[in-house]
Nanobody
Framework: GPLVESGGGLVQAGGSLRLSCVASRDILSTFNSYVMNWYRQAPGKQREFVAS???????NYADSVKGRFTISRNNSRKTIYLQMNGLQPDDTGVYYC?????WGQGTQVTVSS
C-alpha cells in the first residue's frame, strides 16, 4: 500500500516501542506536502488521534500521550516515526499511519500489565 507501518509488538508496562511508516510510493514532493498522522484503535473503541507532524516538523499530540510519545519524520526517506515510551496497557491497540484520506494497514501494539 501507499503507507506501510512496522515496529509494533508486545511489551511490558513501562516499556518502549518505535513505530515507522514509509510512504514508499510517494515522490518526495508529494510526501513533503502532507501533514502526517498517527491514529490508534483499541478493541471495541473508535479510532482516535495520537499525533501529527507537518513538513516543517511542527507537532501536535493527544493529551493522553503528551510527554510519553514523540512523533518525527525524515522527509528524505519519506518516513515518519512514533517513539513510544512509558507504555501502559491503555496504549494497546492497532496503530495506523495516515495522511489525508489514506491509511496504512496498521501495526499491533500490545502492552501487558
Amino acid at each position: 500500500g501507499p503507507l506501510v507501518e512496522s515496529g509494533g509488538g508486545l511489551v511490558q508496562a513501562g516499556g518502549s516501542l518505535r513505530l515507522s511508516c514509509v510512504a514508499s510510493r510517494d515522490i518526495l514532493s508529494t510526501f513533503n506536502s502532507y501533514v502526517m498522522n498517527w491514529y490508534r484503535q483499541a478493541p471495541g473503541k473508535q479510532r482516535e488521534f495520537v499525533a501529527s507532524i507537518t513538513y516543517t516538523h511542527t507537532t501536535n499530540y493527544a493529551d493522553s500521550v503528551k510527554g510519553r510519545f514523540t512523533i518525527s519524520r525524515n522527509n528524505s526517506r519519506k518516513t515518519i516515526y512514533l517513539q513510544m515510551n512509558g507504555l501502559q496497557p491503555d496504549d494497546t491497540g492497532v496503530y495506523y499511519c495516515n495522511r489525508d484520506n489514506t491509511w496504512g494497514q496498521g501495526t499491533q501494539v500490545t502492552v501487558s500489565s
